[in-house]
Nanobody, 121 residues
Framework: QVQLVESGGGLVQPGGSLRLSCAAS????????MSWYRQAPGKERELVAG????????NYADSVKGRFTISRDNAKNTVYLQMNSLKPEDTAVYYC??????????????WGQGTQVTVSS
């Protein structure tokens, strides 16, 4: 069974940094692109960053470009989100995402349980 488990969230002051981790299991991690999303109260879930299967290409939401960095370690089945220069607007629950295809299920979207990031003074 596919599992995604986020960790690393917490409370930080504006301008601070956090590093989120997502530990993946139940599928061949190195063959799939991975993404980070976030959702603030009363708002829709939005894409924050994405990374291709080998980690050679990344993309970011305009609101986080230059501040956040997505990376992955395929030997550890883990994807990371380094967040620097944090702003109060970054406060949200952050989710790890994987889209996986199998012959029996077709495409299935998987989410972790989420980790809370709060940026406040």
């Amino acid at each position: 069974q596919v599992q995604l488990v986020e960790s690393g969230g917490g409370l930080v002051q504006p301008g601070g940094s956090l590093r989120l981790s997502c530990a993946a299991s139940g599928f061949t991690f190195s063959r799939h692109a991975m993404s980070w999303y976030r959702q603030a109260p009363g708002k829709e879930r939005e894409l924050v960053a994405g990374i291709t299967s080998a980690g050679r290409s990344t993309n970011y939401a305009d609101s986080v470009k230059g501040r956040f960095t997505i990376s992955r370690d395929n030997a550890k089945n883990t994807v990371y989100l380094q967040m620097n220069s944090l702003k109060p607007e970054d406060t949200a629950v952050y989710y790890c995402n994987a889209d996986i295809y199998t012959a029996t299920t077709g495409w299935v979207v998987y989410w972790g349980q989420g980790t809370q990031v709060t940026v406040s003074s």
